[in-house]
T-cell receptor, first 113, second 113 residues
């Protein structure tokens, strides 16, 4: 089955700097790659996603890039703010729906004021 | 926030007892999912439902059963709880199978002693 590896497991950056979280996947059939943000005591929330027919997608300070050849995708957060502190999960789907989502193990991002 | 309510939010139970967790949605979404979240493992799919009385197994379904008799309710049952089922359980819903955004509930922290 699909295997998703996520790095780093923890990341601390100064407020205003950029943060990058990387994921690799094993199944070349994967075609949907969402990123979730989980704040303490809450459920994960989708922040951005990308499909395999697109190489990059941006939404304000957040961007995701996908390299299908290398089978990796990354989350980029620019101009980080204290409210960006959370656990971030990447995921990959080999099917057409969320039932086949395989999650990474998460990255705890801390923004240092 | 999407209308998802998980109950109970916290539960302590003894090994060998049956436990039922409830997920209730007010969004009339077709798809519902149960995940468990454990340190070092991210989120893993237990079971999912694609309609009333239509369910299927996920990655870690052993020891769990589900039922969906109404669109709005998805029940997860641990027939005989074990310590390895101590975890945080999340319910999620989505309205479309083709990679639509999944909305997560607040989670249920279950401790089996």
């Amino acid at each position: 089955g699909e295997n998703v590896e996520q790095h780093p497991s923890t990341l601390s950056v100064q407020e205003g700097d950029s943060a990058v979280i990387k994921c690799t996947y094993s199944d070349s059939a994967s075609n949907y790659f969402p990123w979730y943000k989980q704040e303490l005591g809450k459920g994960p929330q989708l922040i951005i996603d990308i499909r395999s027919n697109v190489g990059e997608k941006k939404d304000q300070r957040i961007a995701v890039t996908l390299n299908k050849t290398a089978k990796h995708f990354s989350l980029h957060i620019t101009e980080t703010q204290p409210e960006d502190s959370a656990v971030y999960f990447c995921a990959a789907s080999t099917g057409f729906g969320n039932e086949k989502l395989t999650f990474g193990t998460g990255t705890r991002l801390t923004i240092i004021p | 926030d999407a209308g998802i309510t998980q109950s109970p939010r916290h539960k302590v139970t003894e090994t060998g007892t049956p436990v039922t967790l409830r997920c209730h949605q007010t969004e009339n979404h077709r798809y519902m999912y149960w995940y468990r979240q454990d340190p070092g493992h991210g989120l893993r799919l237990i079971h999912y439902s694609y309609g009333v009385k239509d369910t299927d197994k996920g990655e870690v379904s052993d020891g769990y059963s589900v039922s969906r008799s109404k669109t709005e309710d998805f029940l997860l049952t641990l027939e005989s709880a074990t310590s390895s089922q101590t975890s945080v359980y999340f319910c999620a819903i989505s309205g479309d199978k083709n990679g639509a955004e999944a909305f997560f509930g607040q989670g249920t922290r279950l401790t089996v002693v």
